[in-house]
Structure formats: structure tokens, C-alpha cells
């Protein structure tokens, strides 16, 4: 469980301005110190699609200072929040569709917590919207999108880290409609 408790560059915990902020969430459940930090990352960060906003984010701690981020974005500052508690989490993915009328796919990045009573537990710090209801409701998942077609996929690892692919587009987009135009994807070999 180490590596799902270390800071990095990207998961930035030991920044001042995340270990202020994660002092707020505490309790002496750590599942209410989760539920805390995904809802106050999922409704007080401005999903950088949805709203239009610049700068493009990754550094948990960029994130926090100008409030907002894509879902990657987001769940690395609700991991940086929740390691900074002393909660084991990581990051998972899955694979949706982006664009129905030419077949595009992406991946959507999601959170993991490790809760003691229920083990590994995915949330979607993505932000609701009309058509969108995440919620934390262990041991049920209420991410923001559901799995519709075969090549479509929650993938079920669980990292420490983002994916380098992730990470390369946000790092090299200039604006929110770069990394829209760019969102990573991971080919899939499925039976149909």
C-alpha cells in the first residue's frame, strides 16, 4: 500500500496549500474524510470542458490554485487530498466513447479508495451536471458514466501513478480545447 500513500510531482500531497486544505476534511472515520474530500473536489473544482477554463492543469496543486481541471486533473488532487489523510488511493480509467457520429473513444480518469470496510472503491470526482449524478456510496459505484458498448471499458487497474499518456497531453496542451481535441485513448482487443 505504500505507492498508493507516496507523493510525486504530479501527486503533489506535501505542497502547504494541499496539506491545509486536507486538514478541514478530518475526522476519525477515514470514510468520512474520503466522502469529504470527493465531494469538495467534485463540486468546488470547475471541470475545464464544462466550463470553458484555462489554464490546463495536472499538478494536484495547480489544480487546487486555479480550480479547475478535466477528470484526470480532478482525481489527482483527490488522491493528493486523500494520501495527504493518510488514505491509501490511486487512479483508474475507463474507456468512452467521445464521439458517437465518428466512432472516437478516450479514457476518463477516475479515483480508487482504499476503505478498510469495503476494499478498493471507485468514485468520479468529474464534476454533475444535467444527466450526470456521481456519488460516494460504498460499497456502490455511482460514477458519472456507465459502460455502453463493447468497446467501451472500465479498465481495473488501479495506479499509483497517471499514465504517461495522460500526463503528455495535458503537459503539451496550450488551452482546454487542445486536450479535447487530444484525450488519450488505449486500443482494446475484445471478442464481439
Same mark, same amino acid.
Given at each position: 500500500?505504500?505507492?498508493? /500513500? ?18 478541514? @476534511? ?11 474530500? @470527493? ?24 489544480? /487546487? ?6 477528470? @484526470? ?9 486523500? $494520501?495527504?489523510?493518510? *488514505? ?6 475507463? $474507456? ?16 480508487? *479508495? ?7 472503491? $471507485?468514485?468520479?470526482? $468529474? ?15 455511482? /460514477?458519472? @458514466?456507465? *459502460? ?14 497517471? /499514465? ?12 482546454? *480545447? ?15
Amino acid at each position: 500500500m505504500i505507492k498508493y /500513500l507516496t507523493s510525486n510531482e504530479i501527486i503533489d500531497w506535501e505542497e502547504t496549500s494541499i496539506i491545509e486544505l486536507a486538514k478541514n @476534511f478530518y475526522s476519525k472515520s477515514k470514510e468520512i474524510i474520503a466522502k469529504k474530500c @470527493f465531494e469538495w473536489v467534485r463540486d468546488q473544482i470547475k471541470h475545464s470542458y464544462d466550463f470553458k477554463l484555462n489554464p490546463v492543469t495536472y499538478k494536484a496543486s495547480d489544480v /487546487l490554485k486555479f480550480k479547475t481541471g478535466y477528470c @484526470f486533473a480532478k482525481s489527482h488532487l483527490l488522491v493528493a487530498l486523500l $494520501r495527504a489523510n493518510g *488514505i491509501p488511493s490511486g487512479l483508474c480509467y475507463q $474507456r468512452l466513447i467521445k464521439d458517437n457520429t465518428n466512432g472516437q473513444y478516450c479514457l476518463h480518469g477516475l479515483t480508487a *479508495i482504499y476503505l478498510e470496510k469495503y476494499g478498493w472503491y $471507485r468514485v468520479d470526482p $468529474r464534476g454533475n451536471k444535467k444527466g450526470i449524478d456521481a456519488q460516494f456510496n460504498p460499497p456502490e459505484e455511482m /460514477l458519472a @458514466f456507465k *459502460i455502453c458498448n463493447n468497446y467501451e471499458a472500465d479498465l481495473q487497474e488501479i495506479w499509483a501513478n497517471p /499514465l504517461h499518456e495522460v500526463i503528455d497531453v495535458l503537459k503539451n496542451s496550450k488551452t482546454y *480545447i487542445d486536450v479535447y481535441n487530444n484525450l488519450p485513448d488505449v486500443e482494446l482487443i475484445k471478442n464481439i
